[in-house]
């Protein structure tokens, strides 16, 4: 896949939407952030974030050779525990800010991201990110994700004008954010299958052009397993193009639909819950593939049962998200509630499709398949079983769509196939 055509866009889809990426350079091989001066040219005035770790492993030599350039900085030091990009995380790097800064720098990875994507936007300045890690497929897409009052949310912001990864950073970054970026990539069979999903059951918007970018991307990924593990530079190298595809591909659609479904409700599910009571969650990539073989272990279910409607019991339902996400409460049952979907009668818009929803739930992988891809990267699935327990993945199933105005399988799985819990 040619990044630099896809950056050109795509103006005569069939889908009838102009498919356009703003971004200005994507840069990604072995010694290149030499290139920094270059591409940084123009910008006398830049605003560089980073934490305790990605300045050591790259921010130091950044602000090396970019020198004066950086006017003000902002270093995060968050000990062990990970940086969250919250509200304060938001202020921190607002509070840098200086009259004249004409750019925005990041260093990092998933969260120093997301935080130069908002802030960035806000103040309404390009930004740029020196990738650290192949760890997750946001760098290249429209989508913020944030914790706001305690939920997640993806806000839209704008792609960086540029994406720079040196493959000799990239391949020394813990296994773990390694294991997390193919993970983020080979959980796309499950939300595009879920992406078709709803677009057969509810009409919502597809593009088959954009659908077929992404699937390559996870077919591509899943060959690299073996060269992840041994840290192999070129393998590692695909892998961060292979992210940034896919983040191309949210650009085109304008939000994260083409790579983000059941599997990533589940991710942020734990994610929340575990900031809320304060215990571990897995890192957000490894979160979604193992997710991903419970999705694929829920389709499997759905296909050797029958679609019989449960009726909703909004006081249970109440009782059940209390329960769970203790001070986020109000927050998922107002967006539930402005949503909707507990509410209807979905009968009309499944009974009759119920063998084009078979075949399509067939398309996917099945749990064994999943299972093997996991492994073949050094995961093993028993890691997610012993963190979570079974409770909590069983809540998971039923609740984690909660965070979430998107319609997955499981939405499908709750309204026609649960049993009584």
Not at 37 to 49: A, G, P, R, T
Not at 95 to 112: P, Q
Request: proline share 3%; charged share 25%; aromatic share 10%.
């Amino acid at each position: 896949m040619n990044i630099e055509m896809l950056l050109k866009g795509i103006d005569d889809c069939v889908c009838g939407k102009q498919h356009e990426c703003p971004m200005d350079h994507v840069i990604i091989g072995n010694g290149i952030l030499s290139s920094l001066n270059d591409i940084c040219e123009k910008y006398q005035s830049i605003l560089m974030v980073s934490d305790q770790n990605t300045y050591r492993v790259c921010g130091k030599e950044v602000a090396e050779i970019l020198g004066g350039k950086i006017t003000t900085s902002i270093l995060f030091e968050t000990g062990n525990a990970p940086l969250i990009p919250d509200e304060e995380a938001i202020d921190a790097i607002h509070a840098k800010f200086i009259e004249g800064v004409d750019l925005v720098l990041g260093v990092g990875s998933g969260v120093i991201n997301d935080l130069c994507k908002i802030v960035s936007f806000e103040h309404e300045l390009p930004y740029y990110i020196v990738a650290t890690a192949p760890s997750m497929d946001g760098y290249a897409s429209v989508g913020s994700a944030l914790i706001l009052k305690g939920m997640k949310v993806t806000l839209n912001a704008a792609p960086p004008k540029a994406i720079i990864a040196d493959t000799k950073v990239l391949k020394d970054a813990p296994m773990d954010m390694l294991q997390a970026g193919y993970g983020d990539i080979i959980g796309k069979y499950s939300c595009l299958n879920d992406w078709k999903l709803s677009a057969l059951i509810n009409g919502e918007y597809f593009c088959q052009k954009v659908y077929d970018i992404t699937y390559e991307m996870a077919d591509k990924v899943k060959g690299l397993a073996e060269g992840v593990v041994k840290r192999d530079e070129e393998a590692v190298g695909a892998l961060m193009e292979a992210l940034v595809v896919v983040g191309i591909a949210m650009a085109y659609v304008g939000n994260s639909r083409p790579a983000s479904g059941s599997e990533h409700h589940f991710s942020h599910y734990f994610e929340i819950t575990g900031i809320l009571t304060g215990k571990p969650y897995l890192a957000h990539g490894i979160d979604v593939v193992y997710a991903a073989v419970l999705t694929a272990k829920i389709r499997e279910e759905i296909l050797s049962s029958e679609p019989v409607r449960r009726e909703f019991d909004e006081e249970e339902w109440k009782s059940k998200i209390e329960r769970i996400y203790l001070t986020s409460t109000d927050e998922v049952i107002a967006l539930q509630k402005k949503l909707g979907w507990y509410w209807e009668d979905n009968s009309e818009k499944v009974l009759p499709k119920w063998n084009e929803i078979k075949e399509l739930l067939a398309e996917a992988p099945t749990e064994a398949e999943m299972l093997q891809m996991v492994e073949a990267v050094g995961m093993n699935y028993q890691e997610f079983v012993d963190l979570y327990g079974q409770e909590k993945i069983e809540d998971g199933v039923l609740y984690a769509k909660d965070l979430k105005d998107r319609y997955s399988v499981l939405w499908l799985y709750y309204e026609f196939f649960r049993g009584e819990k």
